[in-house]
C-alpha cells in the first residue's frame, strides 16, 4: 500500500511538473485578426477565453514568410543558424507524372542529407519522454517526406509534406503517417499547383476538418501519456476558401465574397481550438496542458493578391501594406505585411495558457520569438540533454519571474521584399529595399541599411540610419550570416 501511495504521489509530481504540451501554429495570421488584440468587425471567442486565462504576448516575433518560420520553430535556430527551403510542388509534379520518382528521390535525400545533423524540437521531446505528433501543413520544406519527418523527431504525422500542396483546402491526397491517403471528391491538380475552389462543393474533403479529427483522436488515445503536439492549420492562409457548412459570413452585407470567406476562414480556425480545449476538458487534462497559440509570419489576408492588383502601384515591391489597406487591418496597424521585415509582417499573436502555473489574464511584453518555443518547451520538459538554441526559455516570464532577455534577434528574408532585420533593445535594422532608388522597369532593386526606434517610432516611418552611423555599424556587426542576394 505504501508502495502504491508513493507511486501515485510521484505520478501526481511528475503530472503537474511535467505538462502536455500543445502548439496551435496559425499560418499567415496578424495579432489584430484575434478580437483580444483588437479585431472588431469579427469574434474569435475561443482564442478570446485562452488568452482570459493565459498569457498575451504583445511583441512576439514570427519570421516574414512560413518556411523559414517552420525552420525556426522545429531546430530553434535563426535564420542564421538554420537552412532554406528546398523545392516545392514535387510530389504534385510525381503524383501527375511530371517527374520521376528517382528524380523526386534525389532532391528528397540531398535534403535529408543536409539536415540530418540539426537536432529538431520533435526529437527533444521523445527524449524528454513524450510522445510525439505533428498534424497539418508540414512546410519547413518546400518538399517533404516521411523520412524528414522520422528525422525531425514526430511519432505521428498526418498532414502534408509539401508547402505548395498546401496552396488548397482541397488537396487530391494528404499523408498518415507515410501513407498516401486518396481524396477522390477533391479537384485535380493542374501542371503546377493544387486547384481550390473558394467555395467547396459539400462532398469534398476540406483540409481543415481532417487534422482537427484526427487530433482530437490522437488526444483520446494519448491522453494518459505525455504528449508533445504541433497542431500546424493552414487557416487562414490563403487561396481563400472554405466549406459551405462553414460559411458563416455568407449573408454578411456590405463585404465582399472573399472578405466573407476570409472571416469564416478565421472563424473555423478559432473553432478547432475550441474544440481541442474541449477534448482536454473532456478527459480532465486541460490543467495538465500547456497550450501554445502562435502563428508563423504577419497577417496576409488570404484575399491578398486582389489587393495587391488595388494597389496604386503595381510593381510587386511596392513598399505598401502600410497600415493595411484591407478591411480587417490584421497587423494592428504597423508597417508592412507577410514577406516584410517590418513590425507587420514580423509580429504574430501569442497566447501561452497553463493553469495554476501562468497568472490569468497577463500580458507580457518581452521580445519573445518563434525559436524560443525549443528551449521553452525543453525547460518546461524538463529535458535531459542539451541541444544547441540561439532561443531562450521564456519560462520565467510565464511564471511571472525575472527572465533573461535577448541580446538580439535576428531574421533573413529571400523574397526580395527586403533583406537582413535584426532587433536589439528598442533599436531595428532593416536591409530595406531602397524604392526611391531602385529600378522596377529593368528589374534592378537596389537595398540600404534603415534604423528604427521601434519604441518611439511603432510605424517606423522615421529611418534614422543617417543620424546614427555608428550604431548601424554595430548592428551590422552583430549580423550572424548576412544574406547577400545580388541586386536584380
Ligand atoms: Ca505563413
Not at 389 to 402: H, M, Q, V, Y
Amino acid at each position: 500500500m505504501r508502495y502504491l501511495i508513493t507511486l501515485f504521489i510521484c505520478l501526481n509530481l511528475w503530472a503537474n511538473e511535467r505538462p502536455n504540451i500543445i502548439i496551435f501554429y496559425a499560418d499567415d495570421l496578424g495579432p489584430g485578426m484575434l478580437s483580444c488584440y483588437g479585431q472588431e468587425l469579427l469574434k474569435t471567442p475561443n482564442i478570446d477565453k485562452l488568452a482570459n486565462e493565459g498569457m498575451t504576448f504583445n511583441k512576439f516575433y514570427g519570421n516574414n514568410v512560413c518556411a523559414p518560420a517552420r525552420a525556426n520553430l522545429l531546430t530553434g535556430l535563426h535564420d542564421g543558424n538554420s537552412f532554406h527551403a528546398n523545392k516545392g510542388a514535387l510530389s504534385i509534379q510525381l503524383h501527375r507524372g511530371d517527374i520521376s520518382k528517382a528524380d523526386y528521390d534525389k532532391v528528397l535525400k540531398k535534403t535529408y542529407d543536409q539536415r540530418k545533423d540539426f537536432s529538431f524540437i520533435g526529437q527533444m521531446a521523445k527524449a524528454s519522454g513524450y510522445h510525439t505528433s505533428y498534424f497539418g501543413k508540414l512546410g519547413m520544406g518546400y518538399s517533404e517526406n516521411h523520412e524528414l519527418i522520422k528525422l525531425y523527431g514526430f511519432d505521428h504525422y498526418v498532414g502534408l509534406y509539401d508547402s505548395v500542396v498546401c496552396w488548397s483546402f482541397y488537396p487530391e491526397f494528404y499523408w498518415n503517417n507515410g501513407k498516401k491517403i486518396a481524396l477522390a471528391n477533391n479537384p485535380k491538380f493542374n501542371k503546377s499547383s493544387p486547384q481550390c475552389p473558394l467555395i467547396g462543393e459539400s462532398d469534398m474533403t476540406y483540409t481543415e476538418d481532417i487534422w482537427l479529427k484526427e487530433a482530437l483522436n490522437y488526444i483520446d488515445e494519448k491522453k494518459n501519456d505525455p504528449f508533445f503536439m504541433i497542431y500546424s492549420t493552414q487557416l487562414p492562409h490563403g487561396p481563400a476558401s472554405i466549406a459551405p457548412k462553414d460559411h458563416v459570413f455568407r449573408n454578411k452585407e456590405g463585404w465582399t465574397e472573399k472578405e466573407r470567406v476570409y472571416a469564416s476562414m478565421i472563424v473555423k480556425m478559432d473553432q478547432s481550438l475550441g474544440s481541442i480545449m474541449n477534448k482536454l476538458k473532456q478527459h480532465k487534462i486541460d490543467k495538465n496542458t500547456l497550450v501554445i497559440f502562435t502563428g508563423d509570419n504577419g497577417h496576409e489576408p488570404s484575399y491578398y493578391a486582389d489587393l495587391r492588383q488595388k494597389s496604386n502601384n503595381d510593381n510587386k515591391f511596392w513598399d505598401g501594406h502600410q497600415r493595411s489597406e484591407d478591411i480587417f487591418k490584421g497587423s494592428l496597424g504597423k508597417r508592412g505585411m507577410k514577406r516584410w521585415n517590418f513590425e507587420g509582417g514580423l509580429r504574430v499573436p501569442t497566447i501561452v495558457r497553463w493553469p495554476g502555473k501562468i497568472k490569468a489574464k497577463s500580458t507580457s511584453d518581452l521580445n519573445a520569438t518563434t525559436y524560443d518555443l525549443f528551449a521553452t518547451c525543453a525547460d518546461i520538459m524538463n529535458c535531459p540533454k542539451e541541444y544547441k538554441t540561439d532561443g531562450i526559455s521564456f519560462k520565467n516570464e510565464l511564471l511571472a519571474k525575472p527572465q533573461q532577455q535577448h541580446e538580439y534577434l535576428y531574421w533573413q528574408n529571400s523574397t526580395g521584399a527586403s533583406r537582413d532585420a535584426l532587433i536589439k533593445g528598442d533599436w531595428k535594422l532593416i536591409n530595406e529595399m531602397d524604392t526611391k532608388n531602385s529600378d522596377f522597369e529593368n528589374k534592378k532593386r537596389r537595398y540600404k541599411w534603415a534604423l528604427y526606434d521601434i519604441e518611439n517610432d511603432p510605424l517606423e516611418t522615421n529611418d534614422l540610419a543617417e543620424q546614427y552611423p555608428e550604431t548601424v555599424q554595430l548592428l551590422i556587426k552583430l549580423i550572424p550570416r548576412q544574406l547577400l542576394l545580388s541586386d536584380k
